[in-house]
């Protein structure tokens, strides 16, 4: 016959089933790192929802006061398409590189990682040469509401592909030097995490500010 | 830990019953881990294409701007961009298949922004931008 008993102390103790094969002795059982850049991701989401919403709040209300061009007359929707697919494409490469690592195979691990940091560089190079069209035509950081709100906005977005290149460019510098095996593979998982939520972020901006008539 | 307290099923013996873990396996613990395999290759590109798909999809409906309701547009834009956000999420960020604490980190960031700017958007639209 078995019973329900209620014991106390150390000597009564059963592990907790929820650490049971979870691989990390932690008090979560999952791991730190990964909580840790899950963490700031959540955060990131609140701070890029503060930019989108203020270019919601402002889109279209500065007529009274508007100079300088307007976004319908200088947003290239067919160049902005092409360097979105470029950075959809990486966030493919970047969870290659890590199912590479995952099954051992570092070579593939670098290409897919060079891969990515191409495509990331493209994208930011596109984006670079859109913020010299849109100046050459008059739009100007402080020319109208437009201007503020789209330039702190992809310029904010574009810092962080920057940044995630760089990252990647680290991790794959490790690889290279043979300090990367297999069994650290949660070194590129968390890279692939922040680099995927920067992709994330950028399909609500380019359908907010690119895609959503203005009128 | 020495002061903790578990509901454990014993045998005659008092010992731990057989699956005595098992049944606890979700009782006190807020973080269950259940991690599964990720997805293969092939998965990933077909996701891929799929986003390219939809990629593809809204850029097409951006062009029925004037010829359809911009609310309609709009609804179907914003459907696009969620599918989309909802598969790299889930296949590409892995959040179908790791630890639901981190599913539940990461809606939990989403959720709380939509609520904060919700609300403030609300309070600017209604006074601050009427002034």
């Known amino acids: 016959m078995t019973q329900a008993v209620v014991t106390s102390g150390s000597s009564e103790l059963v592990p907790s089933p929820g650490h049971l094969g979870s691989g990390h002795d932690t008090n979560t059982g999952v791991s730190n790192a990964k909580l840790g850049i899950w963490l700031f991701i959540s955060s990131e989401a609140l701070f890029f929802g503060a930019f989108i919403s203020t270019y919601f709040l402002y889109r279209g209300r500065d007529t009274q006061f508007l100079k300088g061009p307007t976004p319908d007359k200088l947003l290239n929707i067919p160049f902005t398409s092409v360097t979105s697919f470029i950075l959809l494409m990486s966030s493919l490469t970047m969870v290659l590189a890590l199912a590479a690592i995952q099954r051992g195979d570092h070579r593939r691990l670098r290409i897919w990682l060079l891969a990515t940091c191409i495509f990331g560089a493209t994208f930011v190079g596109g984006q670079v040469y859109e913020f010299t069209e849109f100046y050459r035509h008059g739009l100007h950081l402080g020319t109208n509401m437009f201007g503020t709100t789209f330039f702190v906005l992809t310029g904010l977005h574009g810092a962080h592909v920057t940044m995630g290149i760089i990252w990647l460019l680290l991790v794959w510098g490790r ?19 922040y680099w995927h939520f920067v992709d994330i972020v950028w399909i609500f901006i380019f359908t907010a500010i690119y895609l959503i008539p203005t009128h | 830990m020495t002061d903790s307290t578990e509901l454990v099923t014993r045998d005659d013996a008092g010992l731990p019953a057989a699956g005595a873990i098992d049944e606890l396996a979700h009782v006190g613990d807020p973080y ?72 539940r980190l990461f809606t939990g960031g989403i959720l709380l922004a939509c609520f904060v700017y919700g609300i403030l958007m609300l309070f600017f639209a209604s006074t601050v931008l009427q002034s």
């Open chain 2, 32 to 103: 269950p881990v259940e991690e599964h395999a990720h997805p293969g290759p092939r998965q990933y590109v077909l996701i891929a294409v799929v986003l390219v798909i939809l990629t593809g999809i809204e850029v097409a409906a951006s062009y029925l701007d004037g010829h359809i309701n911009s609310n309609v547009l709009i609804l179907i834009l914003a459907s696009m961009a969620s599918i989309k956000f909802v598969l790299v999420a889930a296949w590409y960020m892995h959040m179908k298949m790791d630890a639901p604490l981190f599913r």
């Open chain 1, 175 to 193: 690889s290279m030097q043979g300090r990367l095996p297999s069994e650290k593979s949660e070194a590129v998982e968390i890279a692939g995490l």
